[in-house]
């Protein structure tokens, strides 16, 4: 069973940094990704990662956020550095065992949930 958690939200000021967590999946997990949503919006990717190490990031986060993961602990992390008050959103981070993986910015190609994590940045 894919209990997933997230943590490691926050506020923050513009300009500064926040590392969010996601733990609760196995060794088999194949695709991980994290997405963010504000209210009235559809989710969107920001960064996916898979098994091999392969990442994928949306272009509004490139050069900002990092995806990483620890297999060691389970643990997918998302770095962001140089945060804007338009990154403010509920950070949910997501994984399935497909092989191989769908588009890893995609929703629909995840089946595992986190409950999400508010990341917010002030100006």
């Known amino acids: 069973q894919v209990q997933l958690v997230e943590s490691g939200g926050g506020s923050v000021q513009a300009g500064g940094s926040l590392r969010v967590s996601c733990a609760g999946y196995?060794?088999?997990?194949?695709?991980m990704g994290w997405f963010r949503q504000v209210p009235g919006k559809e989710r969107e990717g920001v960064a996916g990662?898979?098994?091999?190490?392969?990442?994928k990031y949306a272009d509004s986060v490139k050069g900002r956020f990092t995806i990483s993961q620890d297999n060691a602990k389970n643990t997918v992390y998302l770095q962001m550095n140089n945060l804007k008050p338009e990154d403010t959103a509920m950070y949910y981070c997501?994984?399935?065992?497909?092989?191989?993986?769908?588009?890893?910015?995609?929703?629909?190609?995840?089946?595992?949930w986190g409950q999400g994590t508010q990341v917010t940045v002030s100006s």
């Open positions: 997501a994984v399935d065992f497909t092989i191989p993986c769908g588009w890893l910015l995609l929703p629909r190609e995840y089946n595992y």
């Open positions: 196995t060794w088999s997990v194949t695709c």
């Open positions: 990662i898979d098994s091999y190490g392969r990442t």
